[in-house]
């Protein structure tokens, strides 16, 4: 079955330091992946997508299909950076959103 | 543009009762998706819905869900005889075509007595 694994649940690090978030995914096709980010008090938006391969307020993520595997990456994690990450994935042709089950960034001062 | 709006924000009802979320999507916006979003889990999709139209109603369950998008007014999904475990949050999500970026509305959190 198509799923996506986070595994870490809850993430913690020091302003300043690097972050990488995990996110494995399993589908044998061509998926299309994304990063969601959803801040204290507010709604799930989006943060980037591999298809269009930038960097957003800093974060990177490089789909890698040999290892199934979409991290997102920060070289310097900041306090506002602190939210609720899912990365998801759409099969090729399809409309649903497959999510993972989330990790927690906290940065601390 | 407001962006996606979702009502009410919280819901308690009592095991048995009828629960209706509503969903209105942004602006030039004609496709809605639901999601259910269990505790410590992501998000899981329900429907898929076009005007007047359910798309794809294949992570519904079969029995007291059903969800509709008429031509005029917001997409309602309702939940009959509601249960402990249709406790969740529901989030709707529109687009203006079928393979555009989804946005996300703030959630309805349903709580069952």
């Known amino acids: 079955a198509q799923r996506v694994t986070q595994p870490e649940k809850l993430l913690s690090v020091f302003k300043g330091a690097p972050v990488e978030l995990k996110c494995n995914y399993s589908?044998?096709?061509?998926?299309?992946l994304f990063w969601y980010v959803q801040y204290s008090r507010q709604r799930l938006q989006l943060l980037l997508r591999?298809?269009s391969r930038e960097s957003i307020k800093g974060f990177t993520a490089d789909l890698n299909k040999g290892e199934t595997s979409f991290h997102l990456k920060k070289p310097f994690a900041q306090e506002e950076d602190s939210a609720m990450y899912y990365c998801?994935?759409?099969?090729?042709?399809?409309?649903?959103?497959?999510f993972g089950s989330g990790t927690r960034l906290l940065v601390r001062p | 543009n407001a962006g996606v709006m979702q009502n009410p924000r919280h819901l308690v009802r009592r095991r048995g009762q009828e629960a209706r979320l509503r969903c209105s999507p942004m602006?030039?916006?004609?496709?809605v998706y639901w999601y259910r979003q269990l505790p410590e889990e992501g998000l899981k999709f329900m429907v898929y819905?076009?005007?007047?139209?359910?798309?794809?109603e294949s992570g519904m369950p079969k029995e007291r869900f059903s969800a509709e998008f008429p031509k005029e007014g917001p997409s309602i999904l309702r939940i009959q005889q509601v249960v402990r475990g249709d406790s969740a949050a529901y989030f709707c999500?529109?687009?203006?075509?079928?393979?555009?970026?989804?946005?996300f509305g703030p959630g309805t959190r349903l709580t069952v007595l």
């Open positions: 999500a529109s687009s203006p075509l079928a393979y555009n970026e989804q946005f």
């Open positions: 589908y044998s096709g061509s998926p299309e």
């Open positions: 591999h298809i």
């Open positions: 998801a994935f759409r099969m090729d042709s399809s409309y649903k959103l497959i």
């Open positions: 602006k030039g916006h004609s496709h």
């Open positions: 819905l076009q005007k007047e139209n359910i798309i794809d």
